[in-house]
T-cell receptor, first 113, second 114 residues
């Protein structure tokens, strides 16, 4: 089944404890993105990648890191999480071409205490 | 800078009636426009997109959207709403200059009453 998977699906952590949310897609998509969803704000793009070893900032990159060492994986790293990073996070992938739609993962609900 | 506005937080419609969910955008250059739907506790699903050409775009589940360049709008429509259409709807825009920066609206919650 073609899909984007994220792990973990739920995470409660404390301020300052480094964490990684993994994202993997099995559709051989070139482009991948991370978003956070907050009530009243919709989805905001954190980072995106248009190729292996190529990443670019979205609208809200502060406090996050990403890497794209393999085509299928695009992990999101929070080196020192803070309570304002409590949110619902989505990974998405798409075929090459900026006109293409994205396929979204199921989401990761992160709570930082 | 790119931006998307969904002016209605919530839209209520009776089953069988037509529905419209509004979206206006701002982008330099020509836009790529998308509609996505989110059901409770699920990720987003793609509904339809406008790239170029015909201003009326048809998508999944009987939805369609009309691109209006002069009004910079891309409203989502369906002739006859179903209770199962109740969900959160997002409009998104990307410009056609080659980057992948994508801006989403705040979302509109659609309630369809039986």
């Amino acid at each position: 089944e073609a899909q984007v998977t994220q792990n973990p699906r739920y995470l409660i952590t404390v301020t300052g404890k480094k964490l990684t949310v993994t994202c993997s897609q099995n559709m051989n998509h070139e482009y991948m993105s991370w978003y956070r969803q907050d009530p009243g704000l919709g989805l905001r793009q954190i980072y995106y990648s248009m190729n292996v070893e190529v990443t670019d900032k979205g609208d809200v990159p502060e406090g996050y890191k990403v890497s794209r060492k393999e085509k299928r994986n695009f992990p999101l790293i929070l080196e020192s999480p803070s309570p304002n990073q409590t949110s619902l996070y989505f990974c998405a992938s798409s075929l090459k071409g900026t006109h293409n739609e994205q396929f979204f993962g199921p989401g990761t609900r992160l709570t930082v205490l | 800078a790119q931006s998307v506005a969904q002016p209605e937080d919530q839209v209520n419609v009776a089953e069988g009636n037509p529905l419209t969910v509004k979206c206006t955008y701002s982008v330099s250059g020509n836009p790529y426009l998308f509609w996505y739907v989110q059901y409770p506790n699920r990720g987003l699903q793609f509904l339809l997109k406008y790239i170029t050409g015909d201003n009326l775009v048809k998508g999944s589940y009987g939805f369609e959207a009309e691109f209006n360049k002069s009004q910079t709008s891309f409203h989502l429509k369906k002739p006859s709403a179903l209770v199962s259409d109740s969900a959160l709807y997002f409009c998104a825009v990307r410009d056609n200059t080659g980057g992948f920066k994508t801006i989403f609206g705040a979302g509109t919650r659609l309630f369809v009453k039986a």
